[in-house]
């Protein structure tokens, strides 16, 4: 995950969407995501996951969103719009 850690918040936000499309993915990816400091990152992650049915893989990533102290990642994961 330190690849992750070096790049800016729209690469670790895209990297998330990229993370929630593919199966193949490590799901520590997801989790490292879900913890990410900037909540916009969290708030991508949360959004795309609110799009594609849950899964034993993107299991522990929604947990940790779902207790998000952001609201608006909170409202993302339940597929709300948060920009109204």
Known sequence: MPLLAGLG?????????AWVASDALD?????RLAVDADPRVRRALAGALSGRAADGRTARAREILASDPRYSVRRALEGMDTDS
Do not use: H, Q
Request: neutral net charge; charged residues 15%; proline residues 14%.
């Open 9 to 17: 918040w729209p690469l670790r936000s895209l990297a998330g969407i």
């Open 27 to 31: 799901p520590v990816i997801g989790d």
